[in-house]
Nanobody, 114 residues
Framework: QVQVVESGGGLVQPGGSLRLSCAAS????????VGWYRQTPGNQRELVAG??????KYADSVKGRFTISRDNAKNTVYLQMNSLKPEDTAVYYC?????????WGQGTQVTVSS
């Protein structure tokens, strides 16, 4: 059974930074495309950043502010979030891209507020 654990969320002021981590067991997250997703109450999860090999992609809303990276040796995917805005407040998840039901973790809450 694959375990996916997201961490690094918290409360940060507008303009601040956070680094999220996603640790996954097994080999799927090393081999396939992985994405960071976020969800706010009443809305569907949206893909904010994805990585496959050295290729990355970003939602327009986070382009230039967020950076996705991975460390295959640690089976971990990161999301560096800079210049955070209140609208970035959400629960953040990682999963394959496209996502698979069995790989949704608990997520990590990011709150951007003064």
């Amino acid at each position: 059974q694959v375990q996916v654990v997201e961490s690094g969320g918290g409360l940060v002021q507008p303009g601040g930074s956070l680094r999220l981590s996603c640790a996954a067991s097994g080999s799927m997250f090393r081999i396939y495309a992985v994405g960071w997703y976020r969800q706010t109450p009443g809305n569907q999860r949206e893909l904010v950043a994805g990585i496959f090999g050295i290729r990355t992609k970003y939602a327009d809303s986070v382009k230039g502010r967020f950076t996705i990276s991975r460390d295959n040796a640690k089976n971990t995917v990161y999301l560096q979030m800079n210049s955070l805005k209140p609208e970035d407040t959400a629960v953040y998840y990682c999963n394959l891209d496209p996502p698979q039901y069995e790989y949704w973790g608990q997520g990590t809450q990011v709150t951007v507020s003064s």
